[in-house]
């Protein structure tokens, strides 16, 4: 097969990124996701334009597809969670809803790093809130039995048993403005996550999955190497416009 462009519409909003190509098969296809750093982990192929799902790694890369009365070997692959129903997100709404209540916000905060209750990754929220329940309901019972031998028997406050992480000398950063800056960042990054998994705008094994990219961010500044297969890569773009574009992950999402 010649070379050929492959525009790769990535999950979860992530973006796209043309590449230059000569895979036959998706087996072949996947080697080219990873020369690019494209995650592709659980996820499922589909091919615009032929609108046809990629199965396994010997499935056959479409070829000589018609368009607009033409015909084009240029692929516009989207990639997305195997799992594409939006959860409702019950469990975690009612995580948020118990934290607010129980006034955690700043518990959670000391347990995650600073971070806030719509920052933290679902599994490790509901971690924390059993051991919160299960801490309370264990003071309410001691309390209980205390009072009944010992009416003056003090009663232990739930506060005083949520856990708390001592925070870590700081260290001496190599370059404080870089490291500012990339901190920064990634905050923001997941604070946006956050706010877009609480208007149950993306699902939530795709926040947990956006929050582990934000997290492995690299804080080291890119060198100059680096700096240049990057420029170059976002100098191919696809022959399809935006618009198309845009079109095609509809109708894939249909």
Do not use: C, W
């Not at 916000?105 to 990754?121: C, E, H, M, S, W």
Request: charged residues 30%; neutral net charge.
């Amino acid at each position: 097969m010649e070379p050929r462009k492959i525009t790769v519409i990535k999950a979860a909003g992530q973006g796209k990124i043309t590449f230059v190509s000569n895979a036959e098969t998706l087996g072949q296809l996947k080697g080219n996701l990873i020369e690019n750093n494209i995650n592709f982990d659980d996820m499922t192929f589909y091919v615009a334009i032929a609108k046809v799902e990629l199965l396994d790694d010997s499935s056959v890369l479409p070829t000589n597809l018609p368009y607009k009365g033409e015909t084009t070997n240029e692929l516009v692959i989207m990639l997305t969670l195997k799992n594409k129903k939006i959860k409702s997100g019950s469990d975690r709404t009612d995580a948020f809803e118990y934290i607010k209540a129980n006034g955690l916000g700043d518990a959670i905060k000391l347990k995650f790093d600073g971070k806030n209750y719509t920052q933290v990754k679902t599994e490790d929220l509901l971690k924390f809130v059993d051991g919160h329940k299960n801490s309370k309901q264990g003071v309410s019972t001691t309390a209980s039995k205390a009072s009944k031998k010992n009416p003056a028997t003090p009663v232990v406050k739930v506060e005083e048993i949520v856990p708390v992480v001592k925070k870590e000398a700081k260290k001496p950063a190599a370059s404080k403005e870089v490291k500012a800056s990339k901190a920064t960042v990634k905050s923001v990054l997941t604070a946006i996550v956050g706010l877009l998994f609480g208007a149950e705008v993306i699902a939530d094994d795709e926040y947990d999955t956006l929050v582990t990219d934000i997290a492995s961010i690299d804080d080291h500044a890119v060198t100059e190497s680096e700096d240049k297969v990057v420029a170059k890569v976002e100098e191919l773009t696809s022959s399809y416009s935006d618009a198309e574009l845009r079109e095609f992950e509809a109708s894939i999402r249909k």
